[in-house]
């Protein structure tokens, strides 16, 4: 029993901050999350609203955004760190999170 609790702190050990994954504290929906991302980053800077729709897209309600995941190349611009445009790339953490909304079938 000694050698196997040995093992377990030093295999705990050599984890690392960047291992360490944070856990959203509420349910990733797009009410939670996604809606005030899309408005820090995506629609409120002037970008992807009704007056500018840059590209082609606006990302104002749930239904803009979940299409513009679903059918373009959102995801893609965020993880490349193309968007926000003109802005620091999104965390890590922020990109989980929306993928996790729509591999969790895009909630509301």
């Not at 196997?4 to 050599?14: I, R």
């Not at 291992?19 to 929906?29: A, H, K, M, W």
């Not at 590209?55 to 193309?82: D, H, K, M, P």
């Not at 922020?94 to 969790?104: A, G, H, L, R």
Request: glycine share 8%.
């Amino acid at each position: 029993m000694l050698v196997f609790t040995g093992t377990l702190f030093v295999s705990c050990a050599s984890d690392s901050e960047s291992d360490v994954v944070e856990l959203p504290t509420t349910p990733i929906t797009y009410t939670n999350t996604i809606a005030p991302l899309m408005s820090a980053s995506c629609n409120t800077s002037g970008c992807h609203n009704n007056s500018s729709a840059a590209g082609g897209y606006i990302l104002e309600t749930y239904t803009q955004v979940r299409n513009a995941f679903e059918n373009g190349s959102a995801l893609s611009e965020i993880e490349t760190g193309s968007m926000p445009l003109g802005g620091n790339k999104l965390s890590d953490t922020t990109i989980n999170n929306v993928k996790s909304w729509m591999e969790n079938g895009y909630t509301e």
